[in-house]
């Protein structure tokens, strides 16, 4: 498996950004489809957006769109989510996620079960 290790969570207020890193061990991370997930307290863990190998693709959940985005720079393995406009159910904890048969897909991989690895998550708090 890879290792995956989040970073960049914090409290912000409504209307805040935050930007969320997450760093990869190995050396095949650019072969990986990667996905930010995110579980609010009570709820089930949720796919925010996913990235294909090479950048090319990206998905968004309904929720995100127009205020997130997601990147990746495959030279420093790592994998980032922009967090603009920030709302209060944004709060959650955020998960990294690495699907490392994201290559051999036709489409992006939504559900939990479309990722191997998974990284510790981080704490994002919206509140004024």
């Known amino acids: 498996q890879v290792q995956l290790v989040e970073s960049g969570g914090g409290l912000v207020q409504p209307g805040g950004s935050l930007r969320l890193s997450c760093a990869a061990s190995g050396r095949t991370f650019s072969s990986y489809t990667m996905g930010w997930f995110r579980q609010a307290p009570g709820k089930e863990r949720e796919i925010v957006a996913a990235?294909?190998?090479?950048?090319?693709?990206?998905y968004y959940a309904d929720s995100v769109k127009g205020r997130f985005t997601i990147s990746r720079d495959n030279a420093k393995n790592t994998v980032y989510l922009q967090m603009n406009s920030l709302k209060p159910e944004d709060t959650a904890v955020y998960y990294c996620?690495?699907?490392?048969?994201?290559?051999?897909?036709?489409?992006?991989?939504?559900?939990?079960?479309?990722?191997?690895?998974w990284g510790q998550g981080t704490q994002v708090t919206v509140s004024s």
């Open positions: 990235i294909t190998w090479s950048g090319g693709n990206t």
């Open positions: 996620a690495a699907d490392r048969q994201g290559r051999r897909r036709v489409i992006i991989a939504t559900s939990l079960g479309g990722y191997d690895s």
